[in-house]
């Protein structure tokens, strides 16, 4: 039997072809390539806008926006922060020489925990890092709570939020800082890139000074900067994208829902509902494979292979299992029993505006043909 189709987790949404080629023009005419150019300067006022948020500084990717971000509060000591994330959200702080303490995710919202966060603060905490995981987002409320009562900084990795919204509006407004990542994998990509929303003029010009070496004028340098400017290239892919991103989230919304409704009933499968009053971005589909499922999530992840349906199981390992984490006190397994449990039990499907509905519907099948055994 011929092998079906390989389908990958995510495949990055591209416009036509053509549609890029004016910008091209445009940069060759010009001959400006980089250090906040004119599309720069363009996507720059389109994300604010389309947003809804007062201040955005661009990057060359999300990690290295994680690590200004640190510096730009000048965060030292202990930061509080999930072991259920993409390493790079715990790295940032390795690169600060900050040391991470991990607190437990809620198992609902698969985020950091409110109320575990209190008996983790010492007198070293200087910030919290939550993330809105899969793009759902955190109790920021509860999370602001503490925070101002023991004066402590928030930076949210809001990697998987781009454009996610409660009835308060855009939820990257929340908080000191919010890091977006704009990699191919993520629902609004610029190739690679990512940014920093902030609320004032202030930070956004000591924020755009540390991507830039810490230059202030042409003499002058006032902070051991790094150089993570997003590129001509990259901008102005970010502003042709965006014309196509609200159609990219109405296709993936169609793709969650008919998932919902092909997995609804299969029984050991659970699809965590989609919160109530959150204007989601459909970015991942996680569904967790429990114990009344016949194959545990592993096995089920090796036959959906074996299908050529590459799923991935985000997040597995825990960030606090990789050997530079796992020797530090808060990266206990006991004391993370949630967090360890979603790395067991979670398989994210394949969600890209692509994705057509036959490849839905045969993934679907094959999580249902193992239930039936
Ligand atoms: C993708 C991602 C990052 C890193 O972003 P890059 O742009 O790839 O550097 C950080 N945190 C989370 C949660 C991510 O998913």
New binding site residues.
């Given amino acids: 039997m011929k092998k079906a189709q390989p389908i990958f987790v995510t495949q990055p949404s591209l416009p036509p072809l053509e549609e890029f080629m004016p910008y091209l023009e445009q940069i060759w005419e010009n001959k400006i390539l980089t250090n906040g150019g004119p599309f720069h300067q363009q996507l720059e006022q389109a994300l604010c806008d389309y947003l809804g948020v007062q201040h955005i500084a661009l990057f060359s990717?999300?990690?290295l926006a994680?690590l200004t971000a640190l510096q730009a509060l000048r965060v030292t000591g202990e930061v509080i922060t999930t072991p259920y994330?993409?390493v790079?959200?715990s790295h940032a702080m390795l690169w600060n020489s900050i040391r991470p303490v991990f607190v437990d995710i809620d198992p609902h919202s698969f985020n950091l925990d409110p109320a575990q966060i209190e008996a983790a603060i010492t007198p070293q905490t200087t910030a919290i890092l939550p993330?809105h995981c899969y793009g759902r987002p955190c109790d920021v409320e509860a999370i602001q709570k503490i925070a101002d009562n023991y004066n402590l900084k928030v930076i949210y990795?809001a990697?998987?939020a781009f454009g996610v919204q409660d009835q308060r509006g855009s939820i990257l407004n929340f908080g000191d800082l919010s890091v977006l990542?704009?990699?191919a994998?993520?629902v609004f990509n610029t190739f690679?890139?990512?940014a920093i929303i902030c609320k004032d003029a202030k930070t956004k010009t000591r924020i755009d000074q540390l991507k830039n070496f810490g230059f202030v004028n042409e003499t002058t340098v006032v902070a051991p900067g790094i150089n993570a400017k997003m590129s001509e290239l990259n901008a102005a892919f970010g502003l042709l994208q965006l014309k196509h991103v609200d159609q990219a989230i109405a296709r993936r919304q169609e793709i969650d829902q008919a998932y919902r409704s092909g997995l609804a009933g299969i029984r050991g499968i659970t699809v965590p509902d989609n919160m109530p009053g959150v204007v989601a971005n459909y970015s991942y589909f996680p569904i967790l494979v429990g114990p009344e499922y016949p194959l545990s999530r592993d096995a089920l992840y090796e036959k959906l292979k074996e299908q050529n349906i590459f799923a991935r199981r985000y997040f597995y390992p825990l960030i606090t299992d990789f050997p530079m984490y796992r020797g530090l006190p808060s990266a206990k397994k006991s004391l993370l029993p949630r967090a360890d449990q979603a790395a067991a039990e979670v398989i994210c499907l394949p969600i890209y505006p692509a994705l057509s509905a036959d490849d839905v519907q045969r993934v679907i099948a094959a999580c249902a043909e193992y239930a039936q055994g």
Avoid: I, P, R, Y
Wanted: glycine share 16%; charged share 15%.
């Fill in positions: 990717n999300g990690t994680l994330s993409f790079a959200t993330v990795d990697a998987h990542s704009f990699h994998t993520k690679e890139g990512g």
